[in-house]
Every structure is written in structure tokens, then in C-alpha cells.
């Protein structure tokens, strides 16, 4: 995971609470992702940016807002978390698309009670 | 759209045994399939891909993953497991164009080796 750095590891947040996770790469990868992990689910994308100030939507975007206005963060905020969104968070970094694979961090583990 | 299914939650292996972990995908076009590990609290980590070329693809810590086109599936294996082995693993795959470019995963298989 060397490079690409989510911070904090953990959180414990209430419902209705705005928190944002970060996410920080060293490579310049032009391509930021941001997947949600749940039993039974896999990953599913929540969004992802092609470059700074480039953002989009993936699978699962509803209540989560991103921001990229340097190529190598990319924070994730929840504006009134929710229990449903308990759940690890892991952030991954690309050179691209298509035949590149991704890198990821170690993940952050949220919990809203 | 794209999806991948693993349709085994757990396997479980004797140590020094071969193991597979089966992956079917559904992709417009020719595929990109990658194969992740995952081990406890952390993060995923690559495999090995399948971009073209050879179906048989060799990775890291000695797994190897056959692409079959006719079958759509790419199936994970080792010839000899290790109890180090014992992780979760997720395939994933991507198309060419567009929004299909994105990897998609497969829900995971938890391997465990046992001693």
C-alpha cells in the first residue's frame, strides 16, 4: 500500500454527521477511485475522478460528495451519514483505465451509530 | 453492463493440495480480468491480469488464472496451497470503452487452507 494513504483508519460517527475520509496518492495517477465493501458485495464503486476537477458518479453515489482540486487527493464526504453507511471505505489510485489495474489503501473502517 | 460472479462464498483446501477459485464474467467486447487478494484489514491487493495474449496467466506468490473466452471464466489456481494463502479473493474485470473501462468486482471468495 505504499503511495496511497486513507486517513483515519477508523471512525465512529452519529447519524446526521457530516465526516470526510481522506485519501492521499504519491504517484500522480491521473485516475481516483473510491469503493464502498460490504458483505455480500463486494466492492462497488461510489465515484471516481479521471483528473483534477474531473469527477463522476459510479454505482452507489447517493450521499457521498467528492472533490479533486489536486491530482493526488481526493476526500470523500458523507453530508449526513446514515447508518446504511456503515461500512470499509477503500480508496485506489491508476495510471488509467481499461487494461490498468488499480492500487489501493488500506482501507477506512466507519461506523455510524 | 459488465458484471462478474463468483459463485462460491468459501473454500476451504487441504495444505499442499491444489486449489481454484472460479470467476465467470459478462463483458461487451474483449475483457480485462484482474484477480485481487485481500487480507485482514487490509487493503486489496493485485494478482495478476489477463489483458491478451496467452490464457494462461501466471501471478504473484505462484497463482496462475486461465482465461477461457468460449466459457467467460477465469478461474484462479495454485498447484500446491500454503495456510498463507488463506484469504479473500476478488476478480474483477473491465471492457474497452467508456464506462465499461471501470473494474467491476466480483462479491469474493474467502479461501482458507487448512494445515
Known amino acids: 500500500d505504499a503511495g496511497i494513504t486513507q486517513s483515519p483508519r477508523y471512525k465512529i460517527t452519529e447519524t446526521g454527521r457530516q465526516v470526510t475520509l481522506m485519501c492521499h496518492q504519491t504517484w500522480s495517477h491521473s485516475y481516483m477511485f473510491w469503493y464502498r465493501q460490504d458483505l455480500g458485495h463486494g466492492l462497488r464503486l461510489i465515484y471516481y475522478?479521471?483528473?483534477?476537477?474531473?469527477?463522476d458518479k459510479g454505482e452507489v453515489p447517493d450521499g457521498y460528495v467528492v472533490s479533486r482540486s489536486k491530482t493526488e487527493n481526493f476526500p470523500l464526504t458523507l453530508e449526513s451519514a446514515t447508518r446504511s453507511q456503515t461500512s470499509v471505505y477503500f480508496c485506489a489510485s491508476s495510471e488509467g483505465t481499461g487494461s490498468f489495474g488499480y492500487t489501493f489503501g488500506s482501507g477506512t473502517r466507519l461506523t455510524v451509530v | 453492463a459488465q458484471s462478474v460472479a463468483q459463485p462460491e462464498d468459501q473454500v476451504n483446501v487441504a495444505e499442499g493440495n491444489p486449489l481454484t477459485v472460479k470467476c465467470t464474467y459478462s463483458?461487451?467486447?474483449?475483457?480485462?480480468l484482474f484477480w485481487y487478494v485481500q487480507y485482514p484489514n487490509r487493503g486489496l491487493q493485485f494478482l495478476l491480469k489477463?489483458?491478451?495474449?496467452?490464457?494462461l496467466v501466471k501471478g504473484s506468490y505462484g497463482f496462475e488464472a486461465e482465461f477461457n473466452k468460449s466459457q467467460t471464466s477465469f478461474h484462479l489456481k495454485k498447484p500446491s496451497a500454503l495456510v498463507s494463502d488463506s484469504a479473500l479473493y476478488f476478480c474483477?474485470?473491465?471492457?474497452?470503452?467508456?464506462?465499461?473501462?471501470?473494474?467491476?468486482f466480483g462479491s469474493g471468495t474467502q479461501l482458507t487452507v487448512l494445515p
Open positions: 475522478s479521471a483528473a483534477a476537477d474531473i469527477t
Open positions: 489477463y489483458i491478451t495474449g496467452d490464457n
Open positions: 463483458v461487451s467486447g474483449n475483457p480485462y
Open positions: 474483477a474485470v473491465s471492457g474497452v470503452s467508456g464506462s465499461a473501462r471501470q473494474l467491476t
